[in-house]
């Protein structure tokens, strides 16, 4: 199976889409942003790189980014194809991701500016399973316990903060959202109205990955 391209602003629902598109198609999730994050914990030199760039919303340079995804394709699971989270976010990745992997669907999640504030502020997740969930729009089940794990252990990202969460749009309205066209004129991109029901964008998105 060739791979796949989840595509949208920050808080557009890219990480909840994902595992649920997991989940069925069995392609494993390849988040740069949660590659990152792993970085900056670990206090590698990528890590160094990149965090002062993801402290402020803005992006990590290119460079860096392809040589992680370079590595991340050569693992045994990426065989089949993966599925892109977060990535590519400039044209420049985009070209250096058409030299080493086919992508068949380019899927965008649209949600208006309007929402997006309110979604990431309120966003939590299981530090052991990595569910994603949200205050309002979708707690956990029982109170303080993972739907999917029964951990109790939750966490929420740094950059999850209204001032970063501005940042992070400006740079995908300037650098990210012209790869819309890039794509759309090589006919593999499907964009789905993200300003809805959970379950009803997984349904939709699923129906064209058939
Ligand atoms: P990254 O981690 O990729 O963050 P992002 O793109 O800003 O996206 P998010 O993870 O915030 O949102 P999401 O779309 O996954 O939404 P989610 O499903 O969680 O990047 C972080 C940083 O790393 C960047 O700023 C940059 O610095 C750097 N970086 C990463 N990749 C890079 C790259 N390729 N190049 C350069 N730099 C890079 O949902 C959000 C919330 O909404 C949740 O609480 C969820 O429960 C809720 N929700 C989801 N769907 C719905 C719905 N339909 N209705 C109501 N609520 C919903």
């Not at 992006?59 to 590519?88: E, T, W, Y």
Request: hydrophobic content about 35%; overall charge negative; charged content about 25%.
């Amino acid at each position: 199976m060739k791979s796949i391209v989840l595509f949208g602003p920050p808080g557009a629902g890219k990480g909840t889409q994902a595992q649920r598109i997991m989940n069925s198609t069995g392609l494993p999730q390849v988040s740069t942003g949660d590659m990152l994050r792993a970085a900056v914990s670990a206090g590698t030199e990528t890590g160094v790189k990149a965090k002062s760039f993801m402290d402020a919303g803005e992006l990590v340079p290119d460079d860096v980014i392809i040589d992680l995804i370079k590595d991340r394709i050569k693992q045994p699971d990426a065989v089949n194809g993966v599925m892109f989270d977060g990535f590519p976010r400039t044209i420049p990745q985009a070209e250096a991701l058409s030299e080493i992997c086919e992508v068949s669907h380019v899927i965008a999640i649209e949600v208006p500016d309007s929402k997006i504030v309110e979604r990431i502020c309120g966003r939590f997740t299981c530090a052991d399973c990595s569910a994603v969930f949200h205050d309002t729009f979708k707690p956990t089940k029982v109170l303080n316990k993972c739907d999917s794990c029964d951990s109790s252990n939750f966490k929420r990202r740094a950059d999850d903060n209204e001032s970063t969460v501005l940042s992070r749009l400006n740079a995908y309205h300037e650098q990210t959202s012209p790869l819309a066209d890039w794509y759309k004129s090589r006919n593999i991109f499907y964009p789905f109205n993200g300003d809805r029901p959970i379950d009803e964008i997984t349904t939709d998105i699923l129906s064209v990955l058939q």
